[in-house]
C-alpha cells in the first residue's frame, strides 16, 4: 500500500537531473552482477504484487480437452531432442539456438566456426562412434553462416538439429533439411520444431502470459488424423506490441496450414515506445516485415511523429484554459524536439528496411481541464517518464552504434519532456477539485500497474542488443526506482 502526498510532493531533485541518476545507478548495478528485481507526478491509492497476465486480452484459442501443454516442466523452448524422430540412427542430436545481426553471405554454409550458440537440449553421446578428434572438434562449434530462412534483411534466428554419425557432424536448419532427417512428421517434438524453423514463435515465455490471464488458452498441442494441431504466435507489431495468435495443422508430410488467427495487444505493449501517445491516434496496422530492428525503428518513428500531434495539441489546450505561458511555450518546444525525433529515427527504420507509416490522429474539440490532466498523468508522467529512462538505457547500451549515437541526444530531449508533464501536472492540481483530483490519480495508477506488468515481458532478444532495450529485471529495477524517487510510491 503507498501512502502520498497528492498535493504537496516533498522536494526532490529536478526531473532530468532524477531521472539520469536513476539511469546511472541501476547501469551500474547490473555491472556488479546486482539481481535487484522490482515494483511503480504522484500516484496515490495502492499497488499489489503484479501478475504476469494483468491487462491482457484473452483469446479464443482454449486448450482442446486432448491436447497437452508443451510448456509443463518450465522449459523456455518446448522441444525435446530426445522426442524427434529421427529418420535415420545417429550417435547424438541436439535441438540448438543461434541469432545473429549479419545478412549470410552464402546460404547454408558448412564452415564451422561460431561458439556463440545455445544447446537448448541433447540426446545420445557426441561423436560416439568417430574414429579421429575431426568430429568432437566440429560439434562444438556451429557453422559461421546462418540460412536464409533464418534470417531476415538484417538479422537471423536460428533452430537447429546438429547430429553425428561416426565422423560425420551435420545441421539441419531450414524447413526442407529438418524434414529429410525427420523423414516425416511423427511426434509433438518434430511438430513444433518445424513450426519454429518456419519462424513461428513457439517458445513457453511472454506471449502466453500475455494472452492467457486464465490459463485457458495457453500453448497447446495435440496429435490429429494426419498430423498434429497447435497454437504459436507472431509479433505483428511491436510498438505498441500486437501479438498475431495462430491455430495450425501440421501435417505429417510436413505442410503447415493456418487454421485460425487472432491479434491482440495490450496498453502495456508501449513500455519500450519512447514518445508521448496523443488522443484519437489510429493505431498503426501491423506491417509484414524480414526486419525485427527495422520494423521496431518504424514502429517508433510512428510514435515519435504522433507524438508531434500531441505537444501542439498540448499547448493549445494550455493556453485555451489560461496556464502559465512559460508551459505553452515548452509544449510547443517539444514538439519541435519529436519533428526532429520522427526524422531521426525515420531514417534509422530505412537504413534497417522498416516499412514507415504516417500517424492518423483524429481531431478533438477542446477538452476540459480534468480531461488534459488524466491524458498528462498517464501519457507523460508515467508512460513518456519510463520512455526516457529507457531512451537513456538504449543509448547507453544499444549495440548499433549510430542508434546508440541517435538515443543520446533523444533520451536527453525526452527527460526534458518528462519534467514538463509533471511541471504542467502540478499546475493542472491546482485547478481541479478534489474528486477529480482522485480520478486522474487512479488512471495513473492504472498506467503504472500496467507497465509493471508489461515489465515482466522480455523483449525479443535482438532488440535488447541491437536496441538496448532492457531485459524484464532492468526495466523492474527502473520502475522501482521511478516508484520511489519520482511517483513517491512506496512499495510493501
Known amino acids: 500500500m503507498q501512502n502520498v502526498d497528492?498535493?504537496?510532493?516533498?522536494?526532490?531533485?529536478?526531473?532530468?537531473?532524477?531521472?539520469?541518476?536513476?539511469?546511472?545507478?541501476?547501469?551500474?548495478?547490473?555491472?556488479?552482477?546486482?539481481?535487484?528485481?522490482?515494483?511503480g507526478c504522484s500516484a496515490g491509492g495502492g499497488l499489489d504484487e503484479h501478475d504476469d497476465a494483468a491487462g491482457a486480452v484473452q483469446t479464443t484459442h482454449a486448450m482442446p480437452k486432448d491436447a497437452v501443454d508443451p510448456c509443463v516442466g518450465g522449459a523456455l523452448f518446448p522441444v525435446l531432442a530426445s522426442g524427434l524422430t529421427l529418420q535415420e540412427a545417429h550417435d547424438y542430436a541436439a535441438v540448438r539456438q543461434t541469432s545473429s545481426q549479419l545478412t549470410p553471405q552464402d546460404a547454408g554454409s558448412a564452415v564451422w566456426g561460431r561458439t556463440d550458440f545455445q544447446v537448448i537440449s541433447e540426446t545420445g553421446s557426441a561423436c560416439a562412434t568417430a574414429t579421429d578428434s575431426t568430429?568432437?572438434?566440429?560439434?562444438?562449434?556451429?557453422?559461421?553462416?546462418?540460412?536464409?530462412?533464418?534470417?531476415?534483411?538484417?538479422?537471423?534466428?536460428e533452430w537447429s538439429v546438429v547430429t553425428t554419425q561416426g565422423n560425420e557432424v551435420e545441421r539441419a536448419a531450414t524447413p526442407g533439411e529438418l524434414l529429410a532427417l525427420l523423414g516425416a512428421i511423427d511426434s509433438r517434438d518434430d511438430a513444433l520444431l518445424l513450426v519454429a524453423v518456419h519462424q513461428y514463435d513457439v517458445t513457453c515465455s511472454a506471449d502466453d502470459s500475455l494472452v492467457s490471464p486464465t490459463g485457458s488458452s495457453k500453448r497447446w498441442v495435440r496429435e490429429v488424423p494426419g498430423g498434429y494441431e497447435l497454437v504459436a504466435t507472431r509479433y505483428a507489431n511491436l510498438c505498441p506490441v500486437v501479438v498475431r495468435r495462430f491455430r495450425l495443422f501440421v501435417a505429417n508430410s510436413g505442410d503447415i496450414e493456418e487454421l485460425e488467427q487472432q491479434d491482440f495487444s495490450t496498453p502495456a505493449g508501449t513500455k519500450n515506445c519512447i514518445g508521448r501517445v496523443p488522443a484519437g491516434l489510429v493505431p498503426r496496422a501491423a506491417q509484414r516485415s524480414n526486419s525485427t530492428l527495422g520494423e521496431h525503428l518504424a514502429a517508433c518513428a510512428h510514435l515519435e511523429a504522433a507524438s508531434v500531434h500531441a505537444f501542439v495539441r498540448l499547448?493549445?489546450?494550455?493556453?485555451a484554459h489560461g496556464a502559465p505561458r512559460a508551459l505553452v511555450e515548452r509544449?510547443?518546444?517539444?514538439?519541435?524536439?519529436?519533428?526532429r525525433h520522427a526524422r531521426t529515427v525515420s531514417?534509422?527504420?530505412?537504413?534497417?528496411e522498416g516499412e514507415l507509416t504516417t500517424p492518423q490522429v483524429s481531431a478533438l474539440p477542446l477538452r476540459s481541464l480534468e480531461e488534459i490532466a488524466r491524458e498528462n498523468a498517464v501519457e507523460g508522467c508515467v508512460r513518456e517518464t519510463y520512455g526516457a529512462l529507457v531512451g537513456a538505457h538504449q543509448a547507453a547500451r544499444a549495440?548499433?552504434?549510430?542508434?546508440?549515437q541517435a538515443m543520446t541526444t533523444i533520451a536527453a530531449d525526452e527527460a526534458r519532456h518528462a519534467a514538463l508533464s509533471h511541471d504542467v501536472d502540478a499546475w493542472l492540481m491546482t485547478t481541479l477539485d478534489e474528486a477529480a483530483r482522485g480520478r486522474v490519480r487512479d488512471a495513473q495508477r492504472r498506467a503504472i500497474d500496467?507497465?509493471?506488468?508489461?515489465?515482466?515481458r522480455e523483449p525479443e532478444p535482438l532488440l535488447q542488443q541491437a536496441a538496448g532495450l532492457p531485459d524484464a529485471d532492468t526495466s523492474h529495477e527502473l520502475l522501482r526506482e521511478l516508484a520511489r524517487e519520482l511517483?513517491?510510491?512506496?512499495?510493501?
Do not use: M
Not at 509544449?331 to 519533428?339: F, I, N, P
Not at 531514417?347 to 534497417?352: G, T, V
Open 6 to 39: 497528492q498535493l504537496t510532493p516533498p522536494v526532490r531533485d529536478p526531473v532530468e537531473v532524477l531521472l539520469g541518476r536513476i539511469v546511472w545507478e541501476t547501469l551500474r548495478r547490473s555491472l556488479l552482477g546486482s539481481a535487484a528485481l522490482a515494483a
Open 399 to 404: 549495440h548499433d552504434p549510430v542508434l546508440r
Open 450 to 456: 500496467e507497465l509493471f506488468a508489461a515489465a515482466a
Open 315 to 319: 499547448a493549445d489546450e494550455l493556453c
Open 487 to 492: 511517483w513517491q510510491v512506496s512499495l510493501a
Open 135 to 157: 568430429c568432437s572438434e566440429t560439434v562444438q562449434r556451429h557453422p559461421n553462416e546462418l540460412t536464409v530462412e533464418s534470417c531476415g534483411k538484417r538479422e537471423c534466428y
Open 331 to 339: 509544449a510547443l518546444a517539444a514538439a519541435q524536439d519529436e519533428v
Open 347 to 352: 531514417a534509422l527504420a530505412r537504413l534497417h
